[in-house]
């Protein structure tokens, strides 16, 4: 069976929230971020990244997202994707002789800032740094585990990071895919409406986020703190960098010590 062609099992996505928006094209921003996803689940997208914030920069054209249908790439009359593991076990492993052009096909006139991406349990765990490494790059293309992961010759030959969503084990990856998506457009210039929120929230400086708090002034009993009353832009500062120090002291003792410099 020869190889698919490359724009076999792909497609665009683009929204059109409203029936006159059908009548008007959707910008294409030269330079503009996109996210390549390889799944065998490409109705899955683009799921929650075409509601809120990033489905409006979506509908903008600030950023792109394609999907790459694993099954067209399958071997044979069924298209098989898979096979049982070599030496025995329980479960299937996705071919690399299926994934490989895939990822050719996905990565056809990738830059070379364009990350190369499969979400595996394995793999690192998701982090900030890593959202503001991708959101610098052109864009990322992401493969979808399914089953029990991927023929590992197909990771090593084409220089595949793993990323994991958490210590769990999920049923594919898309979640995870979109989860990674979201966090990065986010970062995107023009996407959030105040540049700012994304320099204090959490992780940004190695700590949790502050508590946070609106109107009313009190509610069931509990008041806003004082600090946050009096105006006085100095203490509201300091009061947020203690609160953060102490959350994450309690809550993430890993994010501590590498905050006071006694992690990796």
């Avoid at 330079?31 to 489905?55: D, K, Q, Y």
């Amino acid at each position: 069976m020869t190889s698919p062609d490359r724009s076999h099992g792909r497609k665009a996505i683009r929204l059109s929230v409203k029936p006159r928006e059908l009548l008007t094209p959707v910008p294409d921003l030269a330079g503009a971020w996109e996210a390549r996803v390889i799944t065998l689940f490409p109705n899955a997208f683009p799921g929650v990244l075409g509601e809120s914030l990033t489905g409006k920069a979506l509908q903008d054209g600030r950023w792109r997202l394609e999907t790459f249908d694993l099954r067209e790439f399958g071997i044979g009359k069924h298209r098989n994707v898979d096979d049982t593991p070599a030496g025995g076990g329980a479960g299937m492993v996705l071919r690399p002789d299926v994934v490989g052009p895939a990822i050719e096909s996905a990565m056809t006139g990738a830059t070379r800032n364009w990350p190369l991406l499969c979400l595996s349990p394995r793999g690192a765990p998701m982090t900030q740094a890593l959202m503001q490494r991708l959101a610098r790059a052109d864009g990322v293309t992401l493969i979808c585990g399914r089953f029990e992961g991927f023929d590992e010759r197909v990771l090593e030959h084409y220089g595949v990071e793993e990323i994991s969503l958490g210590d769990f084990v999920m049923t594919g990856g898309e979640i995870a895919a979109q989860a990674l998506i979201d966090a990065t457009v986010r970062l995107l210039p023009g996407v959030l409406g105040n540049a700012a929120s994304t320099e204090e929230e959490s992780f940004s400086a190695g700590l949790l986020e502050h508590p946070q708090y609106t109107r009313p002034a009190e509610w069931q009993g509990r008041a806003i703190p004082d600090v946050l009353m009096s105006g006085h832009h100095g203490e509201i500062e300091r009061w947020r960098r203690e609160q953060s120090e102490k959350l994450t002291r309690d809550r993430r003792p890993d994010l501590w010590a590498r905050y006071k410099g006694g992690g990796d």
